[in-house]
T-cell receptor, first 116, second 114 residues
Framework: AQKVTQAQTEISVVEKEDVTLDCVYE???????LFWYKQPPSGELVFLIR??????QNEISGRYSWNFQKSTSSFNFTITASQVVDSAVYFC?????????????FGEGTQLTVNP | EAGVAQSPRYKIIEKRQSVAFWCNPI?????LYWYQQILGQGPKLLIQ????????DSQLPKDRFSAERLKGVDSTLKIQPAKLEDSAVYLC????????????FGPGTRLTVT
């Protein structure tokens, strides 16, 4: 079975602070994909990143960065210099290519609130 | 490029009534997904279509839920009869490929069953 755990239910920071959202996953597949999605108050899930299990390079996109570590089964997401517009629920998701095809297993989400 | 369209955006029904949701995916996207998102939880896949064929419906409560995707484009999801625990947001997503690829989500339909 596949599982994604986002232990932080809610995080509150002040604007310009850096914040890291944790994601730990479980899968028996050797080939799998990890995703992060953002869900703003409007409700529409917005794709942020996809990473496959063979690519452990960290990635940076503007103020966003992702740290993938297979040794600890973690795929953490850091927002640098947070802004009020970053306030949203963030979901980590997993897709195991061998057992679940393209079905995404989502974590419970982390509610991030950035205060001015 | 237009995004995934869903309607209605909100629906309130009484338990034991039936309801239907509609989804129009991004043009050219062969794969379509329906998810159920209960308040405070992550989305859970209900059914996946590849063109007009079902790929995965293992988590669809088939005694009350049904879905179809005629002509491989639009899709409808139906609940009959509805239960209180069906109150949730129903999200439609589409993807250009069937393998693990980014999925593009619609705004969802918020269903309240009273």
């Amino acid at each position: 079975a596949q599982k994604v755990t986002q232990a932080q239910t809610e995080i509150s920071v002040v604007e310009k602070e850096d914040v890291t959202l944790d994601c730990v996953y479980e899968t028996r597949d050797t080939t799998y994909y990890l995703f992060w999605y953002k869900q703003p108050p409007s409700g529409e899930l917005v794709f942020l990143i996809r990473r496959n299990s063979f690519d452990e390079q960290n990635e940076i996109s503007g103020r966003y960065s992702w740290n993938f570590q297979k040794s600890t089964s973690s795929f953490n997401f850091t927002i640098t210099a947070s802004q009020v517009v970053d306030s949203a629920v963030y979901f980590c998701a997993l897709s195991g290519a061998e057992t679940s095809g393209s079905r995404l297993t989502f974590g419970e989400g982390t509610q991030l609130t950035v205060n001015p | 490029e237009a995004g995934v369209a869903q309607s209605p955006r909100y629906k309130i029904i009484e338990k034991r009534q039936s309801v239907a949701f509609w989804c129009n995916p991004i043009s050219g996207h062969a794969t379509l997904y329906w998810y159920q998102q209960i308040l405070g939880q992550g989305p859970k896949l209900l059914i996946q279509f590849q063109n007009n064929g079902v790929v995965d419906d293992s988590q669809l409560p088939k005694d009350r839920f049904s879905a179809e995707r005629l002509k491989g484009v639009d899709s409808t999801l139906k609940i009959q009869p509805a239960k209180l625990e069906d109150s949730a947001v129903y999200l439609c997503a589409s993807s250009p490929r069937s393998e693990p690829y980014e999925q593009y989500f619609g705004p969802g339909t918020r269903l309240t069953v009273t």
